[in-house]
Every structure is written in structure tokens, then in C-alpha cells.
């Protein structure tokens, strides 16, 4: 008779816990919303890329491939299908992002505006509503689409300028409404974009531009761009430069002095900008990074047990696959052997660097004759051609990627977005809302629910 009552209970527990949308934390308390929300996203991060990041990451010399920070966390899918049209039914990030921080379907290009450009309240404007810290922490540039989507409206995407104009100018209750702005792009706020930075450093904000900054800052608002546009990947960064972890932990630390709390959007940006050219190196390096910010912002949710982490990507890029040309086998030690990505390589080339010297220095293997001669003449068109489309093809830095490709064994599907889903992963307050398959507007249904 007791085994079945403690049947019974135990029965009770389980059902109870798989049907209530509250969060017990260690503390016993249970919490309808946190007081806390970290969306982590990965730009590009299809779940072709968590596999090979988990081949990247294996100990060979154990007999198991070892799970990455990610895989423990596994809620569910999500869908990143844009506004259906039938010239584009696959998404750009904007209107990706669009969908995750407004929860509405819009063309690609758009930034937080619909399809009759009426512009659209974001997850972030509304936790700055409720009076909450808000911060944009990224590896791009600011003002990419990403970012944009959470805290401006600009019917396009490429209008850069405007973008960090809104970010000075949109206020919500008479206040700047984004407290942390972290990232690259210190163009668009310079002289050449009205002195934005010395206008936010006129309103109380730290403008900090290197990693000794970052770590001195000690207000509460803070403006820090580390690079005219985009950082360099995480393999090719310099010690000055803070890696998308150091931001992380600085946003978390100042935001976390607002008694009522904060919403953060953190994203490993360039995790698709070295997927467009099909650079191994370039995306596992960018994955690294953003494992390590994701760690970072798991950490923190474990002490405070009062904040939801929630990580997906907004799309998939590049359409990699573990294995090709019929060989089904993945060697990521080719690509652990590489000291620089393709593009630091083809930027120190177009600078004017001796090849070889770069070859060299770039590759952790020695390449083959027939390699290094297709790689010069790839940097002598570069060079010679003033066809601006040309440059944007990626012709030399495409062609910088295929040794370590050829010697992986990665393949490649495209050298733009394709339309798979993406993993969620989710810890804390009310993960359990983010299970299974969802649209990228459910979503961002999911996030709002924290707040109202």
C-alpha cells in the first residue's frame, strides 16, 4: 500500500511538472516570469553547424564525441520561413530578426517595420516599458540586421546611418531605450554620422573602443565599439579586442544593477559571415565564441535563478555538410590546424602581403603547388578586376577555403541562406514555453509572454 501511494505521488510530481509553466528554482520559489531574459542568437547557426561543432570540439583520444554546451539544453525547432512571396521564400537576417523581436512576419530588408512599413514594438522596446536595462551585444557591426531588429525601424536594412540614428534618437518615456550597446561599427557612430558617440557620451554614457575600456567601465550605460565595422573572427583577434564572451559578462554586470531587472540580446554575428563563403575555419572559430558567451550567460541564470536563457539561430547559411563527393567521412582536424580564417588571409593579400609569407602563416599544413598557384592567380584578378560585383562574389576568399574544405572533407550547398530549421536551447525561468516546433513568430510570442 505505501509503494502505491509513493507511486501515486511521485505520478503527481511528474505530471505537475511537465504541465506548469512556472520555473522552481533551487530556491524552492516558484516564478511565474523572470526578472531576467537573455536571447542568445546565432546568425546562420542552422543545425548542420551544432554537429560539426561537436565533431570540431570531440577529444579524439576518448572512444565518445563529447556533448558541447548547447546539446544538454535542447528544447526544440524553430521555423524561419519570411513573409511568403514567390520570388523569396527563404529568410535574410532582417527579416528573421524582424519575426524573433516583433513576433511579425515582414519582407526581407525590413527592420522591425511590416510590409506597409508601419513600424513594429520589439521585445526589447517593451521590456525598457517596463522599466527594465536593455543591451545589444554583437560581433558585427551595431547597426546589422540582427541588432537593428531589436532596437530600430528602417524599411531597409542597409540604411546604417539611420540605424544608429535611432538608437540615439527612439526613446521610450523620455530615455535612451538601449542602456548597453556593445559590437562593432564605430563608423556609424563617428564624425561622419553626427558625432552620435560623443552625443551619447554627453547623456552619461561609458564610449569605451578596446577591451582595457571594457573592463575599466564601471556605469551603468555604455556605448563600446571595438572595430569601423565588423570584429575580426575570434581566430584572428587581437588581445585588445574583447571576445563576444568578455562583452557578454560586462553587459550582465552593469544591467544587473537594475533592481527590476533586464533583457539582453547577445548574437555570434559573423557565424554566418564566413558561412557566405563557405570558410570552415572562420564559422567553427565564430562557434567557439558564441559557446563561449552562451556558457557565460548559463552561468549567471544558475546563480541568480531568476533569469531565462534562450538561444537559436535566426536562419541557416551555407547548407554544410559532414562529408562529400560521395566520402562519408568529417576530418575537423584539418580545420583545428588552421591559424588564420580565410578572410584575414585574403585581407593581409588585397594589403599587399607577400603570398607565400601568408600562405604560410595562415595554413597549419603545407598546401600543394597546383593550391598555391590557383591562390595567386585568384589574388591577381582580385587585384586587377575594378568590378566592385566581383569582389562581392568572394572569388579569392572562396578559393582560400578550399584546402582546408578538400582536406575536412566539408562540403558546401550554397554560399547564401537555405531554408532549414534551427535548434532551440533554453535554461531557466520558463524554458519549457520555447519545446518543440515553433515559427520564429511563436517565438517571439514566447518572449513576450515573460513580460506580459
Known sequence: M??????LVASLVISTALTSNTYTGESGKDKDKPKNVIVLVGDGMGP??????????????????????????????????????????????????????????????????????????????????????????????????????????????DNKNEIAKDYYNEKINGKHKIDVLLGGGAKYFGEKNRNLDQ??????????TDK?????????????????????????????????????????????????????????SQIDKAAHPNDATGVMSEMEDFEEAYKEAIEFAKKDKNTLVVTTGDHATGGLTMGTKGKQSFHPEAIKEMNHSARHMEEEILKGE?????????YGFKLKELEIEKIKKAAQEMKSDKDEDYKERNTLEKTLTKPVNERSNTGWTSDSHVGHDTNIYGYGVNKEMFEGAMDNTEFNQNLFKQYK
Do not use: C
Open 2 to 7: 505505501l509503494n502505491i501511494k509513493k507511486t
Open 48 to 157: 548542420e553547424f551544432n554537429s560539426a561543432y561537436r565533431h570540431y570540439k570531440d577529444n579524439p583520444e576518448t572512444s565518445k564525441i563529447e556533448r558541447t554546451a548547447f546539446d544538454s539544453n535542447l528544447l526544440g525547432q524553430m521555423s524561419t520561413d519570411p513573409e511568403n512571396t514567390e520570388e523569396e521564400n527563404i529568410t535574410d537576417s532582417a527579416a528573421a530578426g524582424t519575426a524573433m523581436a516583433t513576433g511579425e512576419k515582414t519582407y526581407n530588408g525590413a527592420v522591425s517595420v511590416d510590409n506597409n512599413k508601419k513600424e513594429l514594438e520589439s521585445v526589447l522596446e517593451y521590456a525598457k516599458k517596463n522599466e527594465k536595462s536593455t543591451g545589444l551585444v554583437v560581433t558585427s557591426d551595431l547597426t546589422d540586421a540582427t541588432p537593428a531588429a531589436f532596437g530600430a525601424h528602417e524599411t531597409n536594412r
Open 199 to 208: 552625443k551619447f557620451k554627453e547623456d552619461g554614457y561609458d564610449i569605451i
Open 212 to 268: 582595457k575600456g571594457l573592463n575599466e567601465s564601471d556605469g551603468k550605460q555604455i556605448l563600446g565599439t571595438f572595430a569601423d565595422e565588423t570584429l575580426p573572427y575570434a581566430i584572428d583577434r587581437k588581445t585588445d579586442t574583447p571576445s563576444l564572451k568578455d562583452m557578454t559578462s560586462s553587459a550582465i554586470q552593469k544591467m544587473n544593477k537594475n533592481d527590476k531587472g533586464f533583457f539582453l540580446m547577445v548574437e555570434g
Open 354 to 362: 607577400n603570398i607565400d609569407k601568408v600562405i604560410k602563416e595562415g
